[in-house]
């Protein structure tokens, strides 16, 4: 795959989960949190989640062509999903394995595809 358009396509996704989780935080956090996407407190980080992600999307997309700083946001970016992955991992006990399983596989594979295409657009 070109590096430029799976880094594009990567971010673009980003994005789109940061949107939906900001129109709908229970509905999209329900199937990685379970009952505890209900409660307020995991609602609000469900929203600064959600910004997060729109805010590194846009980033990534603004910055796909510029051939320092491009790869440093693909890389940011990588270890927030690797984060994400971990710290899914650690509290798997007390979501829904579907969920968990789920969150760490999507997580997991965009940390590694960001890795990945850091190197590449810095190498191109």
Do not use: C, N
Not at 26 to 52: D, F, M, Q
């Amino acid at each position: 795959m070109d590096p430029r358009r799976g880094a594009a396509a990567l971010a673009a996704g980003r994005l789109a989960l940061g949107v939906a989780v900001l129109a709908a935080p229970e509905s999209v956090t329900g199937r990685w949190l379970g009952r505890h996407a209900r409660h307020p407190a995991v609602r609000y980080l469900a929203l600064s989640l959600g910004a997060r992600d729109a805010a590194l999307g846009i980033l990534a997309l603004w910055t796909l062509d510029d051939p320092e700083i491009g790869p440093r946001v693909q890389e940011a970016s990588a270890m927030v999903d690797a984060v994400d992955a971990l710290a899914t991992v650690g509290a798997r006990s007390d979501l829904p394995a579907i969920g968990a399983l789920g969150t760490v596989t999507v997580a997991g594979a965009a940390a590694a595809a960001g890795f990945y295409f850091a190197r590449k657009l810095r190498h191109a």
